[in-house]
T-cell receptor
């Protein structure tokens, strides 16, 4: 089954404790992206990657890191989480062509206390 | 000015009615337009895509695109309670490096 898999689905952590949210897709997509979704603000892009070893900042990259060492994986790293990073996070992928829609993972609800 | 704007609603329609959702975008270089449905706490699910001016129909859903007016809409005919969700408009611009821009979504409630 074609899918984007995120883990974990739920995560509660404390300020400053490094964490990684994994994202993997099995569709051989070139484009992958991370979004956060907050009430009233919609989906905001954190980072995206057009291909292996190519990553770029989105609209809200502060406090996040990503890497794209393999085509299928695009982990999101929070080196020192803070409470303002409490949010619902989505990983998404597409072929990267202009007419290629995004396919979303199931989301990770992160709470930082 | 936001890249993509939607009326946040909430929009309420009775069961069986037509729900009309609207979206405007600012980048004239935008080439692809998508509508996603999102249930509370779930991930966005693609329901329609449209790339050229005019109407595109898929079952009870019709997407309409007017590039001159920078306007895209979604009509849901014979609305069902299961259509109650937030609808996200997404725009893809090749000029912006194939970036996707999302509206904040319109909340739709279909009243039985």
């Amino acid at each position: 089954e074609a899918q984007v898999t995120q883990n974990p689905r739920y995560l509660i952590t404390v300020t400053g404790k490094k964490l990684t949210v994994t994202c993997s897709q099995n569709m051989n997509h070139e484009y992958m992206s991370w979004y956060r979704q907050d009430p009233g603000l919609g989906l905001r892009q954190i980072y995206y990657s057009m291909n292996v070893e190519v990553t770029d900042k989105g609209d809200v990259p502060e406090g996040y890191k990503v890497s794209r060492k393999e085509k299928r994986n695009f982990p999101l790293i929070l080196e020192s989480p803070s409470p303002n990073q409490t949010s619902l996070y989505f990983c998404a992928s597409s072929w990267g062509a202009y007419n290629s829609p995004l396919h979303f993972g199931n989301g990770t609800r992160l709470t930082v206390t | 000015q936001k890249e993509v704007e939607q009326n946040s609603g909430p929009l309420s329609v009775p069961e069986g009615a037509i729900a009309s959702l609207n979206c405007t975008y600012s980048d004239r270089g935008s080439q692809s337009f998508f509508w996603y449905r999102q249930y509370s706490g779930k991930s966005p699910e693609l329901i329609m895509s449209i790339y050229s001016n005019g109407d595109k129909e898929d079952g009870r859903f019709t997407a309409q695109l007017n590039k001159a007016s920078q306007y895209v809409s979604l009509l849901i005919r014979d609305s069902q309670p299961s259509d109650s969700a937030t609808y996200l408009c997404a725009v893809n611009s090749r000029l912006a490096g194939n970036q996707f821009y999302f509206g904040t979504g319109t909340s739709l409630t279909v009243i039985p």
